[in-house]
């Protein structure tokens, strides 16, 4: 079946950095269109970055452009997101994403805590 394990996240100084790696299986992840959303406490989820299932043409949310970067090794089935200058604001739980004939599926998330 498919699974999204997310990983990497963690406590961090704002102006700091995470990587956030997804390793995905039961699907061929390769021909997949992928996304990273995340949920603010006391927010609705909300997409952060999307990007093709050759890795090209990444999307990004206003309000990670130009921090974010949204990766992907199709060889090792693995999705990325390296989080540069991060905010408070940023604080969040992570999660993986694809569509997959018609159904979201979801990773189980991992918190990322941006604070002094």
């Known amino acids: 079946q498919v699974q999204l394990v997310e990983s990497g996240g963690g406590l961090v100084q704002p102006g700091g950095s995470l990587r956030l790696s997804c390793r995905a299986s039961g699907f061929t992840f390769s021909n997949r269109y992928m996304n990273w959303y995340r949920q603010g406490p006391g927010k609705e989820r909300e997409l952060v970055a999307g990007?093709?299932?050759?890795?090209?043409?990444?999307n990004y949310a206003d309000s990670v452009k130009g921090r974010f970067t949204i990766s992907r090794d199709n060889a090792m089935n693995t999705l990325y997101l390296q989080m540069n200058s991060l905010k408070p604001e940023d604080t969040a739980v992570y999660y993986c994403?694809?569509?997959?004939?018609?159904?979201?599926?979801w990773g189980q998330g991992t918190q990322v805590t941006v604070s002094s």
């Open positions: 994403n694809t569509l997959y004939f018609g159904r979201h599926y």
């Open positions: 990007i093709t299932s050759t890795g090209l043409s990444p």
